[in-house]
């Protein structure tokens, strides 16, 4: 399926505030099951992902200053744990990630914080196939974050980690 | 049961040891099913702990250095979830920790090194009466460290955490 046959709404939408003459600077498309869709990619928030399991943690420095977990589905956890590259398809990653925030309760330690965003990596060899399998989704509370956001995932992954199926993160063991 | 029902092995260790003049400064004590087994508490390393839900992800300053991810099961995250404190006997939560690394791959991002220690925590209010109804495990390369080490859980817990059910951990959400 072409990417764009998932977004629905969004034409409409800019349509509706076309003729009211409104601008709405927050419109975003969404799936055919009404979730909120990345641009681009259609890549929306996996259903039940906070119980998914624990690739790795990390942390990411100034300016953003955020503790992250990455969990996957089955299908990414056995890849990591088997050692397949590529990732197959139906593979997905979600990356949580919360301002970091000294522990109140001991001194040496840092814990999360507010949540920040969360983002998906979709893998779908065919559908993706511009940009190497993957789909890229980024959400601040649950909306996606603009198109031009979206434009700068994959150049990046492309550039760092093509060797490692385009994915940064490693399983920690 | 008492504790000590449950630690086999360390006493005839022990005297194996004895009878051949070595000091074993690494004798630990094994459960009934052979597991190795914390001292003082008889804790245990539970099975399949890496594929348990994420609690949160934290770091840990110098000297330690380490990224750490705390996982529970069940029992924890329903716990958590539903706000339950004191958390309910069979809650049991396990702190996973590697060193950080700054990664080689993106400059601003710290990631898993090696595997450092698994910390275990597991709620009977009645079997660990004594120390708030937790037992402690610590462990490295899958061996308890020494009973000194074990002495000193449930003090720090106690003065710090008294009022979240003696734990540290929050769920990030």
């Known amino acids: 399926m072409h990417p764009d046959r998932r977004l629905r709404g969004h034409g409409a939408l800019l349509r509706a505030c076309a003729a009211s003459g409104l601008l709405v600077a927050t419109a975003w498309a969404v799936d055919e099951s009404g979730k909120p869709a990345a641009p681009i990619y259609g890549v929306t928030i996996p259903d039940g992902y906070r119980d998914w399991r624990l690739i790795a943690p990390a942390l990411e420095d100034a300016p953003l200053n955020e503790l992250r977990a990455v969990v996957g589905n089955d299908r990414a956890v056995a890849a990591y744990r088997d050692g397949t590259l590529p990732f197959p398809d139906g593979t997905v990653l979600v990356k949580l990630a919360w301002k970091r925030m000294p522990s109140t309760e001991f001194e040496s330690a840092t814990v999360p914080g507010r949540a920040t965003t969360v983002q998906v990596m979709v893998k779908d060899a065919k559908r993706y196939a511009a940009t190497g399998g993957w789909g890229f989704g980024r959400f601040i509370d649950g909306k996606p974050v603009d198109?031009?956001?979206?434009?700068?995932?994959?150049?990046?992954?492309e550039a760092r980690v093509r060797d490692h199926d385009f994915v940064f993160t490693r399983y920690a063991r």
């Open 147 to 157: 198109e031009a956001q979206h434009q700068t995932c994959f150049a990046c992954h």
